[in-house]
């Protein structure tokens, strides 16, 4: 059977960039067909129909045409623009990030969904205005579980013994998490883990987000499963995210300013 050259689509856009003097070229994450470049015509024309639609951060329905090099967006309509979203500029560079961990993490053209539902949920949660630190750390378990490389953090990745809390553990992103202390100090990049933060990191992966949105945390504690985490995604998707700087730099900022 030929391949139809209409289709439809959902899709969220990751990126975008401008071509020529009134195109732009998205990334697009799709549920089916993973990622894909589609150009949008004639969108920075004052008077273009696709105009404002486009987004970045939207989830849109999608009328593509294929073509040789970029699929055509034929019409675009949008299902749901996340608008308060934007208006926090933290939000606004976590959705940025977790665009490009998803861009990073899925092949172009191949089944998404898991990804596709995981990025859905996270705009959806930061548009409700949940802690942007708490909705990206649940993106990041959830995108290696995605990945089939879920986090080890109950039990030693080498020995494989249930990790007990009176003992001391290791965070050791390339061996896939937890190690014991029975173990000589790898080679690969290596941590400290407290049991403070290992309990958060379990936290993550038995809890729904709602849940974790809602326990009493200190700020050490969130730091450190931040960084562990962090390392955790680089070693998966194998560098570093060009975005947290942004992010980092927005947070420092904030912290900056006096409340
Ligand atoms: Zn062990």
């Known amino acids: 059977m030929p391949v139809p050259r209409i289709y439809h689509t ?3 856009v990751l990126s975008r960039f401008e071509l020529g003097e009134a195109d732009r070229v998205l990334t697009l994450l799709t549920p089916h ?11 920075r024309r004052q008077r273009s129909r696709l105009g404002g639609a486009v987004e970045p951060f939207a989830e849109l329905y999608l009328v593509l045409a294929r ?5 055509v967006i034929t019409s675009a309509s949008v ?18 990030y977790l665009a490009e961990m998803a861009e990073r993490a899925v092949e172009e053209r191949a089944f998404a969904y898991p990804v596709y539902a995981l990025l859905k949920r996270a705009y959806q949660l930061l548009d409700d205005g949940m802690a942007p630190s708490r909705v990206a750390r649940w993106f990041e378990f959830g995108l290696a579980d995605a990945l089939g490389m ?8 080498e020995c494989d013994r249930t990790l007990e809390p ?8 390339i061996l896939g998490g937890t190690l014991c ?48 985490l962090r390392r955790f995604i680089r070693a998966v998707l194998e560098r ?8 980092d730099e927005v947070r420092a900022r904030r912290a900056r300013v006096p409340a």
């Open 166 to 173: 009176d003992e001391e553990f290791r965070w050791v992103p």
């Open 150 to 157: 879920r986090p080890e953090v109950e039990r030693c990745v």
């Open 240 to 247: 570093e995210a060009r975005s947290l700087a942004f992010l």
């Open 10 to 12: 959902e899709a969220i």
């Open 67 to 71: 073509a040789r090099t970029f699929d």
């Open 79 to 96: 299902a749901h623009a996340w608008l308060s979203l934007r208006e926090r500029l933290e939000s606004t560079a976590t959705a940025w």
């Open 33 to 43: 067909d993973g990622k894909l470049k589609a150009i949008a015509k004639g969108v």
């Open 181 to 228: 202390a029975t173990h000589p100090t790898p080679s690969a990049e290596v941590a400290p883990l407290s049991l403070a933060a290992l309990k958060l990191l379990r936290a993550y992966r038995r809890l729904d987000i709602e849940a974790i949105a809602g326990l009493r945390l200190p700020a050490a504690v969130e730091a450190e499963v931040e960084v562990a």
